[in-house]
């Protein structure tokens, strides 16, 4: 599809990558209001082999954006990377890798600061007692000493995984640089590592 072929040329240049054989939906089954698509992997039994899917919101089958935000062939191309690297079951620079595909200079550095949706659950817990903490002791004129310090707890947790991302960061680039010294293509390259 023209879809596909300008997400695949991204992904073509950038990780010498294309999963032309991925089939893609254009549904919003399942979807979070807030998501523009996902890459499905699943395995139909255990000795069968990986297999994928692209779901894409039923948008996109006409437009190039959603919400201002998504756009179709870079979304595609973030998702294919994640296809292309199924079979590893590495988290730790998977989203960083997946991120590098975005033409946005945040979302290239700074995607891959929440790695699981556990993360941004805690994260928002965090926020809504706090803000429950201080709406409920503020009629009291007062706040146990001990309840300030949780205050500080969001901003420990945005610190705790900002500190990951640039160190994530850090080992990336120096990969990188070295995959340079060897190679024409070392994104290709490192996007084919654990």
């Not at 919400?67 to 199924?86: N, P, Q, S, T, W």
């Not at 340079?180 to 490192?190: D, G, V, W």
């Amino acid at each position: 599809t023209p879809a596909a072929e300008e997400a695949w040329s991204m992904t073509r240049k950038l990780y010498d990558l294309a999963p032309t054989w991925t089939p893609i939906f254009f549904s919003n089954h399942e979807l979070a209001p807030w998501h523009g698509g996902c890459a499905w992997i699943f395995q139909t039994s255990e000795s069968s082999p990986l297999g994928a899917l692209f779901q894409l919101r039923r948008v996109f089958k006409n437009k190039h954006s959603f919400l201002g935000i998504y756009k179709r062939k870079v979304l595609l191309a973030h998702e294919a990377v994640h296809v292309a690297r199924m079979a590893f079951e590495e988290p730790k620079f998977e989203e960083l890798i997946a991120y590098q595909t975005s033409d946005n200079i945040l979302h290239k550095y700074l995607g891959s600061f929440v790695e699981t949706s556990k993360e941004a659950a805690l994260f928002v817990l965090a926020l809504f007692m706090i803000a429950a903490i201080n709406i409920g002791t503020s009629g009291f004129g007062f706040m146990p000493q001990w309840l300030v310090w949780l205050n500080i707890l969001p901003l420990i947790l945005f610190v705790l995984g900002l500190g990951r991302v640039l160190l994530r960061q850090y080992q990336y680039r120096r990969c990188l640089q070295k995959l340079s010294k060897i190679s024409n293509h070392p994104h290709a390259i490192i996007c084919r590592l654990t």
